[in-house]
């Protein structure tokens, strides 16, 4: 499995705030990259994908941004909300399989 | 439209017990992974299986622990002889192996060895 970093570890934004959490990798055969959202208790859901033929995605208030001489893409959330509280955490794969993980980061966003 | 569904939500097995943890794909996904997750902690990946193939177990412990995903039924985990150590969420995610196709989880398992 390929490693992908992920940070920072931890977050806290005040409402209203801009998030942004940021990922590397080092596989160029990483084709598609997903971010996921978890809450306390419940899986991981799929909250945004960018693939690296595009160099942002905006989808509301979450935007990827993807630097592919880089190596890096991150998520920025505009307008952060509490209930934005979750942990994020960024993927990458090939073809549809292989997928790799960053670590998390866990985010607070204080009312 | 079903996701992917994981049974039990919880399981409680006594040390030197097995634990067999199922997961049901989403309809048409032939790709599942499991991951294990610590309280506060990321995704750590165990492994990786087409349908009746590990393709990467690389995650797994080779002793205790063996997953398969049949032709037909539920991918399952197992863990033999279980430990105290072996007490975390267990997570399943379906994929239909193809482009830009994400995973999807389940919801977990979580495991408490007493």
């Known amino acids: 499995q390929q490693q992908v970093k992920q940070s920072p570890q931890s977050l806290i934004v005040q409402k209203g705030g801009i998030s942004i959490i940021n990922c590397a990798y080092e596989?160029?055969?990483?084709?598609?990259f997903p971010w996921y959202q978890q809450f306390p208790g419940k899986g991981p859901a799929l909250l945004i994908a960018?693939?690296?033929?595009?160099s942002e995605k905006k989808e509301g208030r979450f935007t990827i941004s993807f630097n592919k001489s880089a190596k890096q893409f991150s998520l920025h959330i505009m307008d952060s909300q509490p209930g934005d509280s979750a942990t994020y955490f960024c993927?990458?794969?090939?073809?549809?399989?292989?997928?790799?993980f960053g670590p998390g980061t866990r985010l607070s966003v204080l009312p | 439209n079903a996701g992917v569904m994981q049974n039990p939500r919880h399981l409680v097995r006594r040390r030197g017990q097995e634990a067999r943890l199922r997961c049901s794909p989403v309809?048409?996904?032939?790709?599942v992974y499991w991951y294990r997750q610590l309280p506060e902690e990321g995704l750590k990946f165990m492994v990786y299986?087409?349908?009746?193939?590990?393709?990467?177990e690389s995650g797994m412990p080779k002793e205790r622990f063996s997953a398969e995903f049949p032709k037909e039924g539920p991918s399952i985990l197992r863990i033999q002889q279980v430990v105290r150590g072996d007490s975390a969420a267990y997570f399943c995610?379906?994929?239909?192996?193809?482009?830009?196709?994400?995973?999807?989880f389940g919801n977990g398992t979580r495991l408490t060895v007493t």
């Open positions: 995610a379906s994929s239909p192996g193809v482009g830009d196709s994400p995973l999807h």
């Open positions: 596989n160029t055969a990483f084709d598609y």
């Open positions: 960018i693939r690296p033929d595009v």
């Open positions: 993927a990458a794969s090939m073809r549809g399989q292989n997928f790799v």
């Open positions: 309809k048409g996904h032939s790709h």
């Open positions: 299986l087409q349908k009746e193939n590990i393709i990467d």
